[in-house]
């Protein structure tokens, strides 16, 4: 277009010579005119094509650019779609995620409310239980606060019973005392005071009270028991027992009333009590009984232990009648 534009002026240039006269020169002026005409447009497509190679580049740099920025968008398409199917993916795991999550709760809850349930029927059952118990505690105190009254009354009994024991252990030492004094002249192996259970036992052998066979006292015996029946007349409140005891020898010849060794302990015991009462012994105090040979102190083995057998013993117990009161006292209570 450059090559064009040049050659204008040249052929202006010889069509002006050509023509003869004004029609030359006229001409030479419109070739002039047109010339700067041409100038100007030329100077207008050259800026025209500046303004056009420039818009050009432009366009080519923006396109280059847009171009750019179309890979980047895929690029960013590709990641954006990769994002959005991992997204997806978790979303779907999510979702299985809440359902199973959702089920479990509901399960869970379901459990939970069993629990409850059985929790609050324990809590009843304990709360029951509880209130059985402080009725139970309410009445245990009840139980207690009568069983301390009841140790009291106890204890004030158990003093007074301690009381008369001891009143009664006195009065037996006592007992003891008076008829070992009475009996002082025939003490020996004859003649024995010992206490046992509480009890006086005036032991006396048949040497001294009887021959052999005989239910008659001798006269040494006679006056043995008729000191022993001035202590007894002295002690009321005392209790008289006499037993016959007898070795195991049989009787050889048996006659009259009797019979074995268990007539011989009774009668002998029988006629002890009687010289007793003759001293002045109430009879209502006195109890006659014999053991023939069967509460022996001694094996039937030898003369001697026969011997110790074969004696009479005279237990004295001094009434109980206080002891007796207060334990019939403590029965009654007890038995309330």
């Known amino acids: 277009m450059n090559n064009s534009v040049s050659l204008l002026p040249a052929l202006a240039l010889v069509a002006a010579l050509a023509l003869p006269g004004c029609v030359a020169s006229k001409k030479y002026d419109d070739l002039k005119a047109r010339q700067a005409s041409t100038e100007q447009g030329k100077a207008e497509a050259e800026r025209q094509q500046r303004t056009a190679v420039a818009e050009l580049r432009k366009a080519t ?68 239980e509880l209130g059985e118990l402080d009725a139970g505690l309410r009445r245990s105190r009840a139980d207690i606060d009568k069983l301390n009254a009841d140790l009291k009354t106890r204890e004030a009994r158990l003093a007074e019973l301690q009381k008369a024991l001891a009143e009664k ?52 015996g006679q006056e043995a028991l008729k000191q022993l029946a001035t202590v007894l007349q002295q002690q009321p409140d005392v209790n008289v027992v006499v037993e016959g005891h007898t070795d195991n020898v049989p009787f050889s010849r048996p006659a009259g009333a009797m019979q074995d060794n268990w007539d011989l302990s009774v ?22 009984s014999g053991r023939s040979q069967y509460v022996p102190v001694a094996a039937n083995d030898s003369p001697q232990n026969k011997a110790l057998n074969r004696r009479t013993e005279i237990i004295l117990t001094p009434k109980l009648n206080e002891l007796l009161k207060i334990l019939d006292s403590n029965s009654t209570t007890g038995g309330k």
């Open 61 to 128: 740099d923006e396109l280059a650019e847009m171009r750019l920025q179309n890979r980047r968008l895929q690029d960013d398409s590709t990641q954006t779609g990769t994002a959005l199917r991992r997204t997806r993916q978790l979303y779907t795991q999510l979702t299985d995620s809440y359902d199973k999550l959702l089920k479990n709760s509901d399960r869970e809850l379901a459990n939970k409310s069993s629990d409850y349930n059985k929790v609050a029927q324990d809590l009843a059952r304990r709360e029951a």
């Open 169 to 220: 252990d006195k009065a037996v030492n006592d007992l003891r005392a008076s008829v070992t004094n009475a009996l002082r002249g025939f003490q020996g192996t004859d003649l024995q005071v010992q206490m046992k259970d509480g009890k006086v036992y005036v032991s006396l052998s048949e040497q001294l009270l009887f021959k052999s066979g005989s239910t008659k006292v001798d006269p040494k």
């Open 267 to 288: 009668l002998r015991a029988t006629e002890i009590a009687r010289l007793l009462a003759a001293g002045g012994v109430p009879p209502q105090r006195v109890t006659a």
